[in-house]
Each structure stands twice: as C-alpha cells, then as structure tokens.
C-alpha cells in the first residue's frame, strides 16, 4: 500500500478527533491505501448542513488532503480547475453585464434603479475609503527587463 508520504498513523488520529461521518469515510479510504479516492471527495456543501461546527470538521478531513502533491493518473486537477475558472469568468461577466447600467445616473429613469444607483454610489464610495482609487500599478513596458514590484 502505497500512502504518498502521509504519515497514516496522523492522518487516522486527525481524522478520529474529527468525529464525522466524512472523516470516517476519509479513514477508511486512507486505510484501503485508496488516496485517490481521498483526493477525488466532493468539497462539503455548506448548504447541506445545519450545524457549522459539523460542517468545519467535515471541511477540515476534504481539505487536509485536497493540496496534496501527488500525481496520480486517475485524477486530472487540470480540467476541473479550468472549468471552475470559467464557471468564475462567465458569473462576472454576467454581473458586468446586468450592474452596467448603473455607471451612469443619467441613463436611469426608474426610482427603484435611481434607489440602486445611490446605494451602489454610497458602496463605491466606502470601497473606495478602504482600499483607495486605483492600486499604484505600473504600465507594462516591454522594453523594460525589470519592472518594480508592489506588494498590496
């Protein structure tokens, strides 16, 4: 049984401590030697649980495992993560796409749009407060080898 430089005695301790019905699913995949089975687990739904403390510990026995650099050809990272990245791209543009009218006032007329608009203002205005206008980004010059580094 190959266990991909887990410490197997820890893992079952960690996981035992943990109590859950997927921490006990996680044990007996670890003792099956089955640690692409670990890796492939579903992240836990916070939407399917009614006690957060049962839902931290079921977090805690997916995610012990979830980074762990091995490869192994029955899991394909690759695909999932571009997928996922997508996923992210296409719900921005669509959240672009229905708060761009509300750039401008001008282009509203209805109270309840005009209602968005000073609360989106009063939001910007906030945001703005914190983290200042625009990061102090330099341009891109590809004449240039180095470039300075701002650290946020």
Do not use: H
């Not at 001008?106 to 609360?119: C, M, Q, R, T």
Request: hydrophobic share 35%; net charge positive.
């Amino acid at each position: 049984m190959r266990t991909y430089g887990i410490n197997l005695r820890l893992a079952l301790s960690i996981m035992e401590e943990l109590g859950t019905a997927r921490a006990l699913s996680v044990a007996i995949l670890l003792r099956s030697g089955d640690v692409a089975g670990v890796m492939s687990l579903p992240t836990p739904n916070p939407v399917d649980y009614d006690n957060i403390e049962r839902y931290f510990c079921d977090r805690q026995a997916s995610d012990l495992f979830r980074k762990l650099q091995v490869n192994l050809p029955s899991i394909d990272r690759r695909s999932p993560t571009i997928s996922k990245w997508w996923q992210g791209e296409r719900q921005c543009y669509r959240s672009n796409e229905r708060l761009a009218k509300f750039e401008n006032r001008s282009n509203l007329s209805d109270p309840s749009e005009l209602a968005v608009f000073d609360f989106l203002s009063k939001v910007r205005k906030t945001i703005t407060s914190w983290v200042g206008s625009k990061p102090p980004f330099p341009r891109f010059d590809p004449r240039k080898v180095r470039s300075r580094v701002y650290l946020l």
